[in-house]
């Protein structure tokens, strides 16, 4: 039996889950059209859920090579050196399902191996190159997690050897390289700045500029999660109306992934223990109000991130702080530094030109928060 996931990938063959094909075609429009993109959502939004996805979806007509940052400890982004190790160490757990040639396996087993002459990245991209251009099928790379990489300057490194190929295909047609890149985490790697002039002249540039813009919504539809539970409706049969308690999930959530799913988890674990939300049915607009209750009062770990950005961001806490306390409009502009930063934690959304909490369930965490804090400090922290 099905369940509703709220850590990790979710399955679609094990967990209810919202019909992703609509999002897998618009990302698969992209990819055949040669685009590299990043998918920057806040944490918990279903990165890794919809790479998984969109993998499995192109895997006939691609080579897919999909890797994860997190595998790559810290020390392997300490040299360049030492980060083509590790990259390659990567590459070689995943060339069989890639369907990487003997020879380019055996090009990266010879890197890992080097004890003198240490490979480095000009030569890993010598060897991408050839991968791509003798293999049968179009090579796309994912690439989840890079946020681990963020800091540091041998990712800024590679990704300006993506961005030399990407130039040269576009150069010569008959230049093959990676079809596309996809790269997934918080961060909007576009905003990364490579130095351009190393004796300390104030030019930047942004390795990753070659990127496409990815504009697909992300969020959970009223019409998406009624689809979920639907196919949950037809499992057990608690009688629901479904598409009364799916607008009521997505009028607390806006459509938050984590959110959704730990609300269904919540009301799908009462409801199988034959017990009752504070002496409401489960399955109702009240059943869903009492799993919110039960939300806003328990650690997760979403919710251990956004307050720790909360702490540890002055400005994003006053911002925050002008939204719920003094009900300030504050117009949305996408270049202002505290804006971009609120809404990359997916704390805020643009909503007709200004800026709003992105949900009630957001929304009424941090009123919590800051109230208790003046109880407890006499200011708000």
């Known amino acids: 039996m099905k369940t509703f996931n709220t850590t990790g990938v979710c399955i679609p063959d094990r ?44 895997e006939n007509d691609y080579a897919i090579l999909s890797l994860d940052f997190q595998g790559i400890g810290g020390s392997g982004f300490q040299s360049e050196e030492k980060f083509v190790k590790a990259f390659c160490r990567q590459l070689r757990m995943k060339a069989e399902r890639a369907g990487m040639p003997d020879k380019i396996v055996d090009e990266i087993d010879e890197y890992i191996r080097r004890r ?10 010598m060897t991408f190159a050839a991968w791509c251009q003798s ?11 890079v946020d681990t990489a963020a800091d540091n300057q041998v990712f800024l490194d590679f990704l300006a050897q993506l961005r030399l190929q990407y130039i040269e295909r576009e ?3 008959n230049y093959r390289t990676f079809q596309s890149v996809i790269l997934a985490g918080v961060t909007d790697v576009k905003n990364l700045k490579w130095k351009l002039h190393p004796e300390g002249m104030h030019k930047f540039n942004s ?17 998406g999660i009624g689809g979920m539970l639907a196919e949950y409706e037809l499992d057990h049969h608690t009688g629901m109306d479904v598409s009364v308690t799916a607008q009521e999930i997505y009028d607390y959530t806006d459509g938050y992934p984590f959110l959704v799913s730990r609300i269904c988890q919540l009301m799908d674990g009462k409801f199988t223990a034959g017990q009752l939300f504070g002496g409401s049915f489960v399955w109702t607009p009240e059943g869903v109000g009492e799993a919110v209750g039960s939300i806003l009062m328990e650690k997760n770990t979403l919710f251990e991130s956004l307050m720790g950005k909360v702490h540890d961001l002055p400005e994003l806490n006053q911002m925050l702080q002008r939204l719920l306390f003094s009900g300030e409009m504050i117009p949305y502009n996408p270049d202002d530094a505290v804006i971009d930063e609120a809404e990359m934690y997916g ?21 919590n928060f ?3 804090s003046y109880e407890v400090h006499g200011v708000v922290t």
Do not use: C
């Open 171 to 173: 150069r010569d047609l």
């Open 207 to 223: 390795p990753w500029n070659i990127a496409a813009d990815f504009k697909i919504d992300m969020r959970l539809t009223a019409d």
């Open 15 to 58: 967990h209810y889950m919202v019909d992703l094909n609509s999002r897998m075609e618009q990302m698969k429009a992209m990819v055949d059209s040669g685009k590299y993109f990043t998918v920057n959502r806040a944490r918990q939004y279903g990165k890794t859920t919809t790479l998984t996805a969109l993998a499995r979806y192109l």
């Open 116 to 125: 003198e002459g240490l490979a480095a990245l000009d030569e890993l991209f």
């Open 370 to 372: 800051f109230i208790k």
């Open 135 to 145: 293999s049968e099928k179009p090579v796309v790379m994912f690439i989840d997690e």
């Open 347 to 367: 704390f805020v959304k643009n909503e007709q030109g200004f800026v709003k909490v992105a949900n009630r369930i957001f929304e009424t965490r941090l009123y």
